[in-house]
Nanobody, 124 residues
Framework: QVQLVESGGGLVQAGGSLRLSCAASGGFVSWYTVGWFRQAPGKEREFVAVISWSGRTTYYADSVKGRFTISRDNAKNTVYLQMNSLKPEDTAVYYC?????????????????WGQGTQVTVSS
């Protein structure tokens, strides 16, 4: 089964940028739809963005639309989340997850494999 490892999190000032990476091992990321989710302290985990296995379909949460971009490099077996114009409310642990199904979905229950998460902290 595929293992996912997130990286690229850190501390950034409001208005800054970060790029998160989700590296896959034990399988090819091209086989999966991959989503990014986040969980802020005291809140439930929520959907952020998803990209289909082909890369042709992407969806974003309204809260990040226009600021975040999800992409994939199947040759590097990695999915990225470029985060621009960061806000303090973007502070959370960010997780990537892989879904064996063909449909890009924000529904967490559909995802079969999850990474351990990477912390993103945005200071005001």
């Amino acid at each position: 089964q595929v293992q996912l490892v997130e990286s690229g999190g850190g501390l950034v000032q409001a208005g800054g940028s970060l790029r998160l990476s989700c590296a896959a091992s034990g399988g090819f990321v091209s086989w999966y739809t991959v989503g990014w989710f986040r969980q802020a302290p005291g809140k439930e985990r929520e959907f952020v963005a998803v990209i289909s296995w082909s890369g042709r379909t992407t969806y974003y949460a309204d809260s990040v639309k226009g600021r975040f971009t999800i992409s994939r490099d199947n040759a590097k077996n990695t999915v990225y989340l470029q985060m621009n114009s960061l806000k303090p409310e973007d502070t959370a642990v960010y997780y990537c997850a892989a879904d064996q199904g063909p449909v890009a979905t924000p529904r967490q229950i559909r995802y079969d494999y999850w990474g351990q998460g990477t912390q993103v902290t945005v200071s005001s």
